[in-house]
Every structure is written in structure tokens, then in C-alpha cells.
T-cell receptor, first 113, second 112 residues
Framework: DGGITQSPKYLFRKEGQNVTLSCEQNLNHDAMYWYRQDPGQGLRLIYYSQIVNDFQKGDIAEGYSVSREKKESFPLTVTSAQKNPTAFYLC????????????FGDGTRLSIL | GQQLNQSPQSMFIQEGEDVSMNCTSSSIFNTWLWYKQDPGEGPVLLIALYKAGELTSNGRLTAQFGITRKDSFLNISASIPSDVGIYFCAGRRIQGAQKLVFGQGTRLTINP
């Protein structure tokens, strides 16, 4: 089945540690996105990628980094510089960046130990 | 970044009732999307709207792209228990169309 797979479902980070969240899609979509969701909030864009080897900062990119070496993969690293990393992280993809709807994975919940 | 003004923030209704929610913006949008999110899962696309005035249905759900292009509405008829969840609107502005702007969600609770 085609879809977006995020892993792990739950992740715990120690102080000063970098952690990487995985996002894989087999929909052959060009564009991929990372969002952060806090309780009672809408989704805020961290980074997005229109095509392989390209990515752009979203609204809250500080303390995060991404790479797009393969079309199907868009991993997100939460660095130690992100002082409030506890949140629900959602990955999405769309055929292109322009007018196509985004489809989401099931998310990764990151917590601080 | 800008978020859309989505209302109401929460709704408590009886099973079988109809539901209405809306999103408004000060900017003109060229796309409106409606998503539903269940606890601990990602949002699922319900309806996509691309033209001002467009009215689209998906089963008991109906959504409209406002003619001013600054708002959108979602209606759910004859609610059932599985409609419980958080509903989000999202839109693309004409300027900065690479990004979706999200509302803060409407939490729907249904009393059986």
C-alpha cells in the first residue's frame, strides 16, 4: 500500500542529545514537509523540500535540520539547540509544492527524559 | 507564521445532530483543505477545494470555498460517534503558495 511511514512512534531525548526522526514515502511525491504540533495548536511548518537535494526553512526551523538525499526519504534531526523539543512531529508529502493536497504520516511523539 | 482563525474551538453535541465549523483569514486563498485528526495519529484529508464558491461533498461532509476567497466552511450532517476528533482547515495563500497555513482545530465531542 502507498503511504507515508514515520518512525519511531515514540522517542525520548536526553538533554544535549541530537535525535533523528525518520520519514519515508512510497507515493513518488516530489515535495515533503515536517510539521510540529503542540497540544491545542495547529500545525507549524519546520522545513519543506520541493525536490531531491533541496530544502527550505519553514516558520520554526531553529534547532532543527533536515536532508533530502533520496526522493522517498526526508529525515528530521532535532538538535540540542532546540530547547523545547517535546511535541508531536508530523511528516507530509504532496505530488508537487504548488496546488496539491498534503498527505500525512502517523507522527512521532518526542519527549524529554 | 500566520494561522487561520478557526471556530469554534470545541463542540459538544448529541449524536445525530448536524455540525458546522468555519475558517477565516485576512488573506486571499487559492486552495482550502479540510482534515480530521484522531488522537495520536496524523491528519487525514477529507475535502479539497480549489475554486471560489465551490461546494464539495464527501458522504455526510460538505465543505465550501467562500466567494470572498477568505473563508471556508465544513458541515457534518447526522453526526455519529466515529466523527469524534479534531478537524483542521488549511489553506494556500496566493503569495507564498509553497506553504499550507493551518487553523488551530475544532475538537468535536459527541454524546451518545
Amino acid at each position: 500500500d502507498g503511504g507515508i511511514t514515520q518512525s519511531p512512534k515514540y522517542l525520548f531525548r536526553k538533554e544535549g542529545q541530537n535525535v533523528t526522526l525518520s520519514c519515508e514515502q512510497n507515493l513518488n511525491h516530489d515535495a515533503m514537509y515536517w510539521y510540529r504540533q503542540d497540544p491545542g495548536q495547529g500545525l507549524r511548518l519546520i522545513y519543506y523540500s520541493q525536490i531531491v537535494n533541496d530544502f527550505q526553512k519553514g516558520d520554526i526551523a531553529e534547532g532543527y535540520s533536515v536532508s533530502r538525499e533520496k526522493k522517498e526519504s526526508f529525515p528530521l534531526t532535532v538538535t540540542s539547540a532546540q530547547k523545547n523539543p517535546t511535541a508531536f512531529y508530523l511528516c507530509a508529502s504532496s505530488e508537487t509544492v504548488s496546488n496539491q493536497p498534503q498527505h500525512f504520516g502517523d507522527g512521532t511523539r518526542l519527549s524529554i527524559l | 507564521g500566520q494561522q487561520l482563525n478557526q471556530s469554534p474551538q470545541s463542540m459538544f453535541i448529541q449524536e445525530g445532530e448536524d455540525v458546522s465549523m468555519n475558517c477565516t483569514s485576512s488573506s486571499i486563498f487559492n486552495t482550502w483543505l479540510w482534515y480530521k485528526q484522531d488522537p495520536g495519529e496524523g491528519p487525514v484529508l477529507l475535502i479539497a477545494l480549489y475554486k471560489a464558491g465551490e461546494l464539495t461533498s464527501n458522504g455526510r461532509l460538505t465543505a465550501q470555498f467562500g466567494i470572498t476567497r477568505k473563508d471556508s466552511f465544513l458541515n457534518i450532517s447526522a453526526s455519529i460517534p466515529s466523527d469524534v476528533g479534531i478537524y483542521f482547515c488549511a489553506g494556500r495563500r496566493i503569495q507564498g503558495a509553497q506553504k499550507l497555513v493551518f487553523g488551530q482545530g475544532t475538537r468535536l465531542t459527541i454524546n451518545p
